[in-house]
């Protein structure tokens, strides 16, 4: 197959997405360059291309596998708690964990780009439609709430969804300002007090 041409016979895909993943959590797509992708999985330029087509393809599968892996905990955790509060409790939790599971520290889907350059428009799209996929599964597990009693009915999802979304951008900057693991669990308590507001 011409795709596969110039790529090492035991050239493992998925191991290299992995690896490409962690430099691009590390570094974002704007400052990872192709060097750095390529040394991380142990190829020439042309391997990398071949099987990722470019840096912006692999910063997208990057991102992908982000959510389906990493990412996923924070909104599994969110999903299966037996109230709004304990989930919401578990989500910031989760959140942590994923902030402090990376070297550098943060979400990817918060500071993988964060430069406004015209090279970035496809790569910070595609953390946009992320992130506000993470917003619905918020403001969907909180309508369940209200509607089941959970919450009382004035409660309003959708800016609670907002506000909690906020704080994980939140934890995930200051994370990647080098906040401990007890400052980070330090925001969730006051969080968790805007249940009782509403």
Same mark, same amino acid.
């Given at each position: ?35 750095? &992708?390529?040394?991380? @999985? ?13 840096? !912006? ?20 955790? &969110? !999903? ?14 989760? %959140? ?18 964060? %430069? %406004? ?20 599964? @918020? ?14 009915? !004035? ?11 906020? @704080? ?20 969730? !308590? ?9």
């Amino acid at each position: 197959m011409p795709a596969a041409r110039g790529r090492p016979r035991s050239f493992d895909r998925g191991w290299a997405l992995q690896r490409l993943l962690d430099v691009f959590w590390s570094k974002g797509f704007e400052g990872a360059q192709i060097g750095d &992708l390529t040394a991380a @999985i142990g190829v020439a330029p042309p391997s990398f291309y071949a099987a990722f087509g470019s840096k !912006e393809a692999a910063f997208r599968e990057a991102v992908d596998l982000y959510i389906a892996t990493v990412g996923a905990a924070p909104m599994q955790a &969110l !999903e299966d708690a037996p109230t709004a509060r304990a989930g919401l409790r578990a989500m910031l939790e989760g %959140s942590i964990d994923v902030a402090l599971s990376n070297r550098s520290g943060g979400c990817l889907l918060i500071l993988g780009v964060v %430069s %406004s350059l015209p090279a970035s428009d496809n790569p910070r799209a595609h953390l946009l439609r992320a992130r506000r996929k993470t917003l619905a599964l @918020i403001r969907d597990r909180l309508e369940r709430a209200r509607d089941t009693g959970d919450l009382p009915p !004035e409660a309003d999802p959708a800016r609670l969804a907002a506000f909690y979304h906020g @704080i994980m951008q939140a934890i995930s900057f200051q994370a990647r300002d080098g906040a401990s693991r007890e400052a980070l669990q330090a925001l969730i !308590e006051p969080a968790l007090a805007a249940l009782r507001a509403a």
